[in-house]
């Protein structure tokens, strides 16, 4: 005797062909959507400020509007090892950010508000992955992975120059 199907069975014989199918025409995507934002116009021209990190000097571009700060890095393929982006906060708040879109692997420093250093986090390229400040900050400078580590620079290390009040 032969079965006869039921009608859900039938329901799911179709969507799985259907599944199947758009899936080897590619129709149906599978990835992270910040995997499939792949171009995007970095931000090049923000303006600049002087940063002092113990006898070192970093150019760092200020993204301190809400726009400029949701963009920051992203998009952007290296970066000088002098340079970095500093983002600037109206009130010290706990800070998280991700590398979604920013192809370039970054260290965050979360600076309080007179320059020191409160946390680092090293952060993986492309990754939605949170790093967070380890209490309320008004500051993150983003510089390229390694750069405060091999200058021996570390938490509770004290930044200098106008964005913290100090010349």
């Known amino acids: 005797m032969k079965a006869i199907p039921t009608r859900a069975a039938l329901l799911a014989l179709a969507l799985h062909a259907t599944l199947t199918t758009a899936l080897l025409c590619g129709t149906v995507a599978l990835m992270p959507v910040h995997a499939r934002e792949t171009t995007g116009n970095p931000q090049l021209s923000l303006p600049r400020t002087t940063i002092r990190a113990g006898m070192f000097n970093i150019d760092a571009q200020v993204a301190a509007t809400t726009d400029t700060r949701a963009t920051g890095l992203m998009w ?3 970066m000088p090892q002098h340079e970095g982006m500093l983002f600037v906060f109206e ?5 998280c950010f991700w590398m979604r879109n920013t192809p370039s692997p970054l260290t965050a420093a979360f600076v309080a508000e007179d320059g020191t250093i409160v946390n680092l986090a090293d952060m993986s390229p492309l990754s939605d992955d949170s790093h ?11 510089m390229n992975q390694g750069w405060f580590a091999q200058r021996g620079i570390k938490a509770g290390s004290k930044l200098g120059g106008e964005a913290f009040g100090s010349r």
């Open 132 to 142: 967070c400040s380890a209490k309320p900050v008004r500051f993150v400078l983003e």
């Open 76 to 78: 952007r393929r290296g």
């Open 91 to 95: 009130q010290p708040a706990t800070q």
